[in-house]
């Protein structure tokens, strides 16, 4: 069940109208997070991306993304202007239990993440939803389509998945710029509709 920070504190760049905000893009290990930040970014994003090796391959579950060859060790960065002044800075968080502490570290300051599912992996949203929910932030579901993924109506993903009836749910392709752009909005309109209003 999704879950609010009692109060998210946006920042405010001093000499300026922008509005910045800190998101994450989270979800499991090759779920599309990385893809997702190069669709999306104006900026040159940044990437820890490095290969794989076999020493990995003991602890990441391969299976369905038998083809993946890098994997996040850090964090992918990127920013997005969206108008009236707001500035989303977007941090990518690694999909694996081993990086655990440093995604407790990434999340501060954050007021919300989108969290990507793969279809043919649901249960393994599940740890990264706890994280989140958690360290009390609003969020948003974001499926990525992979081919061949088996497909679901958004009620039966909404149960396997036990949302808040009141947590968005979209379809977004991570390649699409378009797709990606929508969800962010979704989550951005979700997380200031649950900010604390300002006494008048």
Same mark, same amino acid.
């Given at each position: 069940?999704?879950?609010?920070?009692?109060?998210p504190d946006?920042? #405010?760049?001093?000499?300026? /109208?922008?509005?910045?905000?800190?998101?994450?893009? @989270?979800?499991?290990?090759?779920?599309?997070?990385?893809?997702?930040?190069?669709?999306?970014?104006?900026?040159?994003?940044?990437?820890?991306?490095?290969?794989?090796?076999q %020493?990995?391959?003991?602890? /990441? &579950?391969? =299976?369905? !993304?038998?083809?993946?060859?890098?994997?996040?060790? @850090?964090?992918?960065?990127?920013? *997005?202007? *969206?108008p009236n +002044?707001?500035?989303? #800075?977007?941090?990518?968080?690694?999909?694996q &239990?081993?990086?655990?502490?440093?995604?407790e570290?990434?999340?501060?300051? %954050? !007021?919300? @993440?989108l969290?990507m599912?793969?279809?043919r992996?649901?249960? +393994?949203?599940f740890?990264v939803m706890? *994280?989140i +929910?958690?360290?009390g932030?609003? #969020? @948003? $579901?974001? !499926?990525?389509?992979?081919?061949?993924?088996?497909? #679901?109506? %958004?009620?039966?993903? &909404?149960?396997?998945?036990? *949302?808040?009836?009141?947590?968005?749910?979209?379809?977004?392709?991570?390649?699409?710029?378009?797709?990606s752009?929508?969800a962010?909005? =979704?989550?951005?309109?979700? $997380?200031?509709?649950?900010?604390?209003?300002?006494?008048?």
């Open positions: 069940m999704d879950s609010a920070r009692s109060s946006p920042r #405010y760049l001093a000499g300026t /109208d922008q509005v910045l905000i800190k998101l994450l893009i @989270a979800g499991p290990f090759a779920v599309g997070k990385t893809t997702l930040i190069r669709a999306i970014s104006e900026i040159a994003p940044l990437h820890t991306e490095e290969v794989m090796t %020493a990995g391959a003991l602890v /990441d &579950r391969l =299976a369905g !993304v038998k083809d993946k060859t890098t994997t996040t060790v @850090a964090i992918d960065f990127g920013r *997005l202007t *969206l +002044e707001l500035v989303l #800075y977007l941090f990518g968080t690694p999909g &239990r081993r990086f655990r502490l440093l995604w570290d990434i999340a501060q300051g %954050a !007021v919300g @993440a969290v599912v793969d279809t992996r649901l249960e +393994e949203s740890e706890d *994280l +929910e958690e360290a932030l609003r #969020y @948003a $579901v974001a !499926v990525n389509p992979f081919p061949e993924a088996p497909t #679901y109506d %958004a009620d039966t993903l &909404r149960d396997h998945l036990d *949302l808040h009836p009141g947590t968005p749910l979209v379809l977004c392709d991570a390649r699409s710029r378009g797709q752009l929508d962010l909005i =979704a989550l951005v309109e979700h $997380v200031i509709a649950h900010m604390p209003m300002e006494p008048a």
